[in-house]
C-alpha cells in the first residue's frame, strides 16, 4: 500500500514562507515523478508543481518565482517550499505521486494522494 504523508502546513502572515514536505512509502520512489496541488475553500483541485524522476521541474504560473520543488531520492520525500506568500495562497496543499516519471506524472495526477496539510496566509 503507497502512503504519502504530508507535514509542513500551518498560519503564516503575508511575504512569510513554509515549506512542505511530502514523505513516500514506495520502494520505486526514484522511478515516479511527483506532484504538489491544492484545493482552494470551494474551488476545485488545481496543480501546483512537478518535478520528474530526473529532476526537472515544472510550475503553475502563480507558482513561478515563489514556489521550488525538490526531492531527495534517499530520503523517499518531496519538498515544496514556498517563499512571498499571499492570502490567495490559502489552501489544503496535497502530495501526489506520478503514474510515471515523465513529465505527464509530474503534470497529472496519478492515482494516490497524501492526506492534505492547510496552509493559512493572512493579510
Known amino acids: 500500500q503507497v502512503q504519502l504523508v504530508e507535514s509542513g502546513g500551518g498560519l503564516v502572515q503575508a511575504g512569510g514562507s513554509l515549506r512542505l514536505s511530502c514523505v513516500v512509502s514506495e520502494s520505486i520512489f526514484s522511478h515516479r515523478s511527483f506532484g504538489w496541488y491544492r484545493e482552494l475553500p470551494g474551488k476545485q483541485r488545481e496543480w501546483v508543481a512537478g518535478?520528474?524522476?530526473?529532476?526537472?521541474?515544472y510550475y503553475a504560473d502563480f507558482a513561478v518565482d515563489r514556489f521550488t520543488i525538490s526531492r531527495d531520492d534517499a530520503k523517499n520525500t518531496v519538498v515544496l517550499q514556498m517563499n512571498h506568500l499571499k492570502p490567495e495562497d490559502t489552501a489544503v496543499y496535497y502530495c501526489?505521486?506520478?503514474?510515471?516519471?515523465?513529465?505527464?506524472?509530474?503534470?497529472?495526477?496519478?492515482?494516490?494522494w497524501g492526506q492534505g496539510t492547510q496552509v493559512t496566509v493572512s493579510s
Open positions: 518535478v520528474t524522476d530526473g529532476a526537472t521541474t
Open positions: 501526489n505521486l506520478g503514474s510515471s516519471g515523465s513529465y505527464w506524472g509530474a503534470r497529472r495526477p496519478g492515482p494516490y
